[in-house]
């Protein structure tokens, strides 16, 4: 499995940003993190009372306007990953420093994965009920068309995923390549590991790139509700996502945004820049499998751990100069699912072979819940957090073990590396509905 990319460009990160249900401070949701703090609780977008899981993990009191300032009035029509998007990247843009200049706008790019925005639900269902032809019992078309004058022009328009990438570049006044994926939950990996591509092969010099997402509406609960993929323990919402317990039974929603400045080495150093950390590899492949269910043998998903290794020059299944695993800390996708959790153990254990159960593990989305198409930059910027302060994020609610998921998951605190040399390698995962998998490897910057 050669890898044949360009290798002599090397991509670093040197800015990032985030907005989560622990908060919307580098510092604030990273300490949530650490202190094993979970963000679900009943849902209060909606009134989700009858539905079979009726809590999430919200953003709660974010005001765009907190976050930009008068510059928020040109994004009043944003819907509320946009917002938050706009919110992370502004953030990352500014701890990169290129809030005063210092790049060429036509060579700064953005690559998101942004997920599509709320719908109307209370408009669109009211144009549905008052069409309703009761002895055709059909929708007449004609009164339908007639009735969507009601519906917002703007929102209608928002509702598009693409949305997010004119708000963001018209924001940061980026003019260079411009691009959106969504496959699901592994589509801001993806997006970051392209970014990186792209100022590899020289495209750009500077790539903003993440993902944003909300799917706390009617619609969108529904759909994971129907598929049974929720967790219903409405009872204890803060002890319902529990990723490689056996009692699991179901993701928890959540939304947010992370945001990710990443640039070529020379072009950062040039302009006094200090590096966060290295983008030094990225993977990805597809089950073709099912829509519905990942390759039950974890095949897909260890090709593309196997390739983001392959291209950060890492054997996985060698240890460092320290004596521990090349891969210090896998950020796992950890949904909380039955079927996810334990094939996702079977293709790591595939890919670090005898030292598998010596690389530590955990997800984070047993405290931000899944945050769907920005789940995978959340978690990147939560790997290189572990790499800047020598911490890793637990999995919470860890109770029972479950004889398919063997592995370890650092059950239920936080874990203090800092005297066995730190985090310097982490391996970020997303493997997404439908059979994406996408795996980026950075590593820590020490000059």
Same mark, same amino acid.
């Given at each position: 499995m050669a890898y044949s990319g360009n290798t002599d460009t090397r991509v670093v990160v040197t800015g990032m940003g985030w907005v989560t249900p622990l908060g919307c401070e580098l510092e604030d949701a990273w300490d949530g993190l650490m202190s094993g703090r979970s963000a679900a609780a009943p849902v209060t977008r909606f009134p989700a009372d009858r539905f079979a899981t009726a809590f &999430?993990?919200?953003?709660? @009191?974010?005001?765009?306007?907190?976050?930009?300032?008068? %510059? +928020?009035?040109?994004?009043?029509? *944003? $819907?509320?990953g946009t917002a938050f998007?706009?919110?992370?990247?502004?953030? &990352?843009?500014?701890?990169? @420093?290129?809030?005063?200049?210092?790049?060429?706008?036509? %060579? +700064?790019?953005?690559?998101?994965? *942004? $997920?599509?925005?709320?719908?109307?639900?209370?408009?669109?269902?009211?144009?549905?009920?008052?069409?309703?032809?009761?002895?055709?019992?059909?929708?007449?078309?004609? %009164?339908?068309?007639?009735?969507?004058? *009601?519906?917002?022009?703007?929102?209608?328009?928002?509702?598009?995923?693409?949305?997010?990438l004119a708000h963001v570049a018209a924001l940061l006044g980026l003019r260079g390549p411009s691009m959106n994926c969504m496959t699901a939950c592994a589509a801001s990996t993806q997006a970051i590991g392209e970014a990186a591509e792209i100022i590899r092969r020289g495209d750009a010099d500077v790539m903003v790139s993440g993902g944003c997402h909300s799917m706390i509406h009617p619609l969108g609960m529904t759909g994971f509700i129907r598929l049974t993929a929720m967790s219903t323990r409405n009872e204890e919402p803060e002890r319902a996502s529990r990723p490689f317990d056996r009692t699991r039974d179901g993701f928890v929603m959540g939304e947010g945004a992370g945001m990710l400045v990443l640039e070529s080495l020379e072009h950062a150093l040039a302009r006094g820049a200090t590096p966060l950390a290295e983008i030094a590899g990225y993977g990805s492949s597809a089950d073709a499998y099912r829509i519905t269910d990942i390759d039950p043998e974890g095949v897909g998903a260890w090709r593309a751990m196997?390739?983001?290794?392959?291209?950060?020059?890492?054997?996985?299944?060698?240890?460092?100069?320290a004596?521990?695993?090349?891969?210090?800390y896998d950020s796992a996708p950890g949904t909380g699912t039955r079927e996810n959790d334990g094939i996702e153990t079977r293709a790591v254990e595939r890919v670090f072979g005898g030292l598998a159960g010596e690389v530590p593990m955990s997800s984070v989305k047993s405290m931000l819940g899944h945050l769907i198409q920005a789940a995978g930059a959340v978690e990147l910027i939560a790997c290189i957090r572990a790499m800047q302060t020598g911490w890793l994020p637990p999995t919470i609610n860890y109770a029972e073990p479950d004889e398919a998921c063997t592995l370890d998951y650092v059950p239920n605190a936080a874990r203090d590396l800092r005297e066995r040399g730190g985090v310097g390698v982490c391996l970020s995962n997303s493997f997404g509905f439908g059979g994406q998998n996408d795996s980026v490897v950075v590593r820590r910057w020490d000059g």
């Open positions: &999430a993990c919200e953003v709660r @009191g974010f005001e765009l306007a907190e976050h930009l300032g008068d %510059r +928020a009035r040109a994004h009043t029509s *944003a $819907g509320p998007a706009l919110a992370a990247a502004d953030r &990352a843009w500014r701890q990169a @420093g290129l809030d005063s200049g210092g790049v060429d706008p036509a %060579r +700064a790019g953005l690559y998101l994965g *942004a $997920g599509e925005s709320s719908p109307d639900s209370a408009a669109f269902g009211r144009i549905c009920i008052d069409a309703w032809d009761e002895q055709q019992r059909k929708l007449d078309d004609a %009164r339908w068309a007639s009735g969507a004058v *009601a519906l917002d022009l703007m929102r209608e328009v928002e509702q598009e995923p693409q949305m997010a196997a390739r983001a290794n392959e291209q950060a020059g890492i054997e996985p299944e060698s240890r460092d100069a004596g521990r695993p090349g891969v210090n």
